[in-house]
């Protein structure tokens, strides 16, 4: 990477699709690629233009333990209240194909107002089809004061920008060989502070990944790819983070008609950081998969293996390994129950500090999430309740507990 320069306004890369403005203000996750195929029966469609919007309110209720304390540290519930209206867009030309997904969320707090905030979020796909080659732009932009992962319980605003140039080549019938190139960034609000660590100063960073993959349709409802990525990332202030990342990952990709369904992939990664202090050679996996029984039962399973980089000083990365487990049951033709279990775990890497000096100990977390729904369909709308448990456990004063539950509409045009 060294001598390559970063585009500091890389989401201009997908600019094109930038006339959807014309018929919805842009809001998606950045991390999301729009789904380029339209419905059968979208809500409006005016010519070359499909609509699908949805409107949801995805939390009407209260939270036990809004800042994420432990009991030492006085937790505050308060009521709290998320309305996340979006819109699905496609415009579909001879050989041109342009795509988007855009969404707020507004969040309302009764007794903390300094919390309400309306997340921006936006993506956009761009494909070019000339015979066996598609070429294709992806944008995204995440305007956010979320929680940004398991580690990080802060309320920080934080801007995330990605945009991707690629192209596929169909190889023949069943093989598709795809290249693309990604630039991303990430930004924190200046004084976004947790636990002492400005995180802006540990995490701001710009990155570049290169990606080639092979994919091949062994039956129509199976595809095996593997993919190959090469990750450079470089940080705003702390440089020792700066790191080149490889990854080698098979894959398998079920349709949704067959009997599971899903994605589950396993590989390789190898981070090297520049300095040569230290790095990792181990195992990533991404499993997200659904089995339907008998037309009225389904059940999910899911399972992460990823690094990932820490705002601690002295720790730069960590392994975060998770599980899920759900399952739902239709009752009748209204009414549906479900539940999701889910433990993660944060396993630490050991680094030698700058001045040579030992690593300071910091221990492996827990996080356990427990969450119960309910809900009763009609027409376009679900109308539904939940509970929720999340529990951290720590030897540090990051261990907390904390409870929601309240109900939730969705509405589909």
């Not at 036990?64 to 009521?79: I, Q």
């Not at 636990?195 to 095996?224: C, H, I, M, S, W």
């Not at 450079?232 to 349709?255: G, H, K, Q, Y």
């Amino acid at each position: 990477m060294k001598g390559r320069s970063f585009i500091d306004k890389s989401f201009s890369v997908c600019s094109l699709a930038g006339l959807l403005a014309l018929f919805s203000v842009v809001s998606v996750r950045a991390q999301t690629v729009p789904d380029s195929n339209p419905p059968g029966n979208p809500a409006v469609q005016i010519g070359s233009l499909l609509l699908a919007p949805t409107i949801r309110l995805a939390e009407f209720g209260h939270d036990s333990n809004v800042y994420n304390r432990n009991d030492t540290d006085f937790p505050v519930g308060d009521f709290v209240a998320t309305v996340s209206p979006s819109v699905n867009a496609w415009f579909r030309f001879a050989h041109l194909r342009v795509s988007t997904h855009s969404q707020f969320d507004l969040y309302y707090f009764k007794t903390l107002p300094d919390l309400r905030a309306v997340d921006k979020d936006n993506a956009a796909q761009v494909d070019l089809i000339v015979n066996r080659v598609r070429l294709f732009a992806v944008g995204g932009r995440i305007n956010t004061q979320r929680r940004q992962n398991l580690e990080i319980d802060a309320i920080a605003q934080r801007q995330n920008n990605t945009a991707t140039l690629g192209a596929d080549v169909r190889l023949s019938g069943k093989t598709v060989l795809g290249m693309s190139m990604t630039r991303s960034t990430l930004e924190y609000a200046p004084n976004s502070l947790y636990l002492g660590t400005d995180l802006g100063q540990a995490l701001n960073f710009k990155a570049l990944e290169e990606t080639v993959g092979l994919r091949y349709a062994v039956t129509p409802l199976t595809t095996f790819a593997v993919t190959v990525a090469h990750h450079a990332a470089r940080f705003e202030t702390e440089t020792d983070r700066n790191s080149v990342d490889l990854t080698i990952i098979p894959s398998v990709e079920f349709s949704p008609f067959a009997l599971v369904s899903g994605r589950a992939a396993v590989g390789f990664i190898k981070r090297s950081f520049e300095n040569g202090t230290s790095s990792f050679a181990g195992s990533t996996a991404s499993v997200d998969l659904s089995y339907k029984m008998l037309g009225r039962t389904r059940f999910t399973v899911g399972f992460n293996r990823k690094l990932e980089y820490s705002y601690l000083p002295g720790l730069r990365d960590y392994v975060l390994t998770g599980g899920t487990l759900g399952v739902t049951q239709r009752l009748g033709d209204s009414w549906d129950v479900g539940g999701t279990f889910g433990p993660a775990r944060l396993s630490y890497r050991e680094t030698l500090l700058a001045n040579g000096q030992p690593p300071k100990l910091t221990p492996d977390e827990t996080v356990l999430s427990t969450t119960i729904d309910v809900g009763y369909n009609i027409k376009h709308t679900r109308v539904g309740g939940y509970a929720e448990h999340l529990e951290r456990t720590s030897d540090s004063a990051r261990g907390f507990q904390r409870y929601r539950f309240g109900s939730t509409v969705k509405y589909d045009f």
